[in-house]
C-alpha cells in the first residue's frame, strides 16, 4: 500500500475512534455510490453525519480541511442523497470534516461540525 493510502487509512481510524469517543454511532466506513465515496456515515442526537476525513503529515500547504473544495462537496451531498434513499433514512443530514495532522512529533484532530451545507 502506498504511503498517503496508509496514512489515509490511519487517519480514518483515529478519526472513528474520536467520533466514537464522542458519542457517535458509527454506521458505516468508507460507503461507495459509484465512483463516490463517503469517509465515515455516522449517528447523533438526530442528525445523519456524513463525515469527511482529510490527514496530512503537515499544514504547511494549508490545513487539511480546506482540501474538501466544491467538487468534492457536490460529490458527497450525491452519494448522501444515494445513501438515504438506499436506506429511507429520515434524520435531517450534516456534513462534518474531521481534519487530521498526524506525523512522527504531532497527532492532532479537528472536528468541524457543520462544515459546510448543500446547495439547494
Do not use: C
Request: cysteine-free; overall charge negative.
Amino acid at each position: 500500500m502506498a504511503e498517503h493510502n496508509e496514512l489515509g487509512r490511519v487517519g480514518e481510524e483515529m478519526a472513528v475512534q474520536h467520533l466514537r469517543d464522542n458519542g457517535f454511532k458509527i454506521l458505516e466506513t468508507n460507503w461507495r455510490f459509484g465512483k463516490d465515496e463517503i469517509d465515515i456515515i455516522a449517528e447523533k442526537g438526530n442528525f445523519l453525519v456524513i463525515v469527511e476525513v482529510k490527514t496530512r503529515r503537515s499544514s504547511v500547504f494549508g490545513e487539511p480541511e480546506i482540501f474538501v473544495n466544491a467538487a468534492k462537496q457536490r460529490f458527497l451531498i450525491r452519494a448522501t442523497q444515494a445513501y438515504i434513499e438506499k436506506h429511507n433514512v429520515s434524520l435531517e443530514a450534516r456534513f462534518d470534516i474531521v481534519s487530521i495532522i498526524l506525523n512522527s512529533s504531532t497527532k492532532r484532530i479537528n472536528h468541524l461540525e457543520d462544515a459546510f451545507y448543500p446547495v439547494l
